[in-house]
């Protein structure tokens, strides 16, 4: 399936991804993103039926009731875990490492999900891959039908292939805003081991190949 990404600033990335029943969009990009988003859905011909948050920083949320007020019938479907950053609840979860603190913007939104996602669920062709360690409840999706992995900000590829245990000097923001590094790198490595024929980051561009990039991505932040 082609991926079809919707990007503002030249940094952020949002993904509409082609369904028979519509079009699911990965993330909703910063404030402002949602005439482009809109646009694009458009030109692929489609209606955005649902949308899924990989994580709850503004820089994916930010559009997301601007969206909601465009598309009252469309799901909204976060992981579990990063529903309380919806709601701007930077509270532990009992067992969560002690050490760790929710960082970056969480500006919240007033929608709501309509559903919760845990690993394992299916989006319509995209199973749910839990990878927390950016948030608490970062979640990824793997298009099963091609390989493509919709990663968040487990990995960017600004400046070539980075963790957010470790990001790249050009791109340090995922760093600044990432919850528990130890629990990224683990998160890194679960996705690695389904080796995606594809890598569609929340920043940056596209990698087609992406298995030897993200071996060395993972050992640089080891």
């Not at 067992?95 to 309509?114: F, H, I, N, S, W």
């Not at 990824?140 to 968040?152: I, K």
């Amino acid at each position: 399936m082609p991926v079809i990404p919707v990007t503002r600033l030249h940094l952020v990335n949002a993904y509409l991804v082609q369904e028979d029943d519509g079009l699911t969009l990965v993330d909703t990009a910063v404030k402002g993103s949602e005439k482009g988003i809109l646009a694009a859905a458009e030109a692929a011909g489609g209606t955005i039926t649902r949308i899924v948050l990989t994580h709850g920083h503004g820089d994916h949320v930010g559009s997301v009731d601007a969206l909601r007020a465009a598309l009252p019938d469309a799901e909204l479907l976060v992981g579990a875990r990063d529903a309380k950053l919806l709601r701007k609840d930077r509270s532990a979860d009992p067992g969560e490492p002690a050490d760790a603190k929710v960082r970056g913007g969480l500006p919240g939104t007033r929608a709501q999900p309509t559903g919760l996602l845990r690993d394992g669920d299916r989006v319509g062709s995209l199973r749910v891959v839990d990878s927390p360690g950016h948030t608490p409840g970062h979640i990824a999706l793997l298009d099963e039908r091609d390989g493509t992995l919709y990663c968040g900000d487990a990995f960017h590829t600004i400046g070539g292939v980075h963790t957010t245990a470790k990001p790249g000097w050009r791109f340090p923001l995922p760093g600044f805003a990432t919850w528990h590094k130890a629990t990224a790198l683990e998160s890194a490595k679960t996705l690695r081991a389904l080796d995606p024929r594809r890598l569609a980051a929340g920043h940056g561009r596209v990698l087609e190949a992406p298995g030897a990039a993200m071996d060395a991505a993972i050992a640089r932040g080891a």
